[in-house]
């Protein structure tokens, strides 16, 4: 079974441009997840669907980054303008469903660097 | 008070050794945890998951649960060089369906 596709694997960018990171669940995966790690934490979800829908965007900030999934398969999280302190690692998850205790499995990630 | 709280580390232990990890949550009726393990430059990855109070046990690995203290520990015994990673706590918060993630803690198993 392939397990979750992300990428690129690696963008660098300078402060005020645009990116774009594309992810590409597990077959069958209802729930989509987008995390944020910097580098020391844990990493902190940023948007979370069901199928097509937004279950929790609570933590995204949404003057500058934007998520989409609109056929409820891949999904695309965009940052515009991007700041210094965007930098970090992009983790795309999926798991079956949103059932409490349904596992999630990570993507190898997006290394995003802002310069 | 952060939802989900780890010891950062790091912590080094002797190859053979046992790594006792240990993790605290704030929302009492939290239903599941969860042990990922991550390597440097690497996403994380589920070793165990857990959801009644006690011990589970896998393989060298143990996690062991206790609501009434909000405490959920990862014991990994016969420590190997390859344990050497950092282990992510995470503990699904009800209702909102999300993880909830500590810090991680560094684990360096010494040859």
């Known amino acids: 079974e392939a397990g979750v596709a992300q990428s690129p694997r690696y963008k660098i960018i300078e402060k005020r441009q645009s990116v774009a990171f594309w992810c590409n669940p597990i077959?069958?995966?209802?729930?989509l997840y987008w995390y944020q790690q910097i580098l020391g934490q844990g990493p902190k979800l940023l948007i979370q669907?069901?199928?097509?829908?937004?279950?929790?965007d609570s933590q995204l900030p949404k003057d500058r980054f934007s998520a989409e999934r609109l056929k409820g398969v891949d999904s695309t999280l965009k940052i515009q303008p991007a700041k210094l302190e965007d930098s970090a690692v992009y983790l795309c998850?999926?798991?079956?469903?949103?059932?409490?205790?349904?596992?999630?499995?990570f993507g190898p990630g997006t290394r995003l660097t802002v310069l | 008070q952060k939802e989900v709280e780890q010891n950062s580390g790091p912590l080094s232990v002797p190859e053979g050794a046992i790594a006792s990890l240990n993790c605290t949550y704030s929302?009492?009726?939290?239903?599941?945890f969860f042990w990922y393990r991550q390597y440097s430059g690497k996403s994380p990855e589920l070793i165990m998951s857990?959801?009644?109070?006690g011990d589970k046990e896998d393989g060298r690995f143990t996690a062991q649960l206790n609501k009434a203290s909000q405490y959920v520990s990862l014991l990994i015994r016969d420590s190997q060089p390859s344990d050497s990673a950092t282990y992510l706590c995470?503990?699904?918060?009800?209702?909102?369906?999300?993880?909830?993630f500590g810090a991680g803690t560094t684990v360096t198993v010494r040859a």
């Open positions: 998850a999926s798991s079956l469903d949103t059932a409490s205790g349904s596992t999630q499995y």
């Open positions: 077959s069958g995966h209802a729930t």
């Open positions: 669907f069901q199928n097509n829908g937004v279950v929790d």
């Open positions: 929302d009492r009726v939290s239903q599941s």
């Open positions: 857990i959801y009644s109070n």
């Open positions: 995470a503990v699904n918060i009800p209702n909102d369906y999300k993880l909830s």
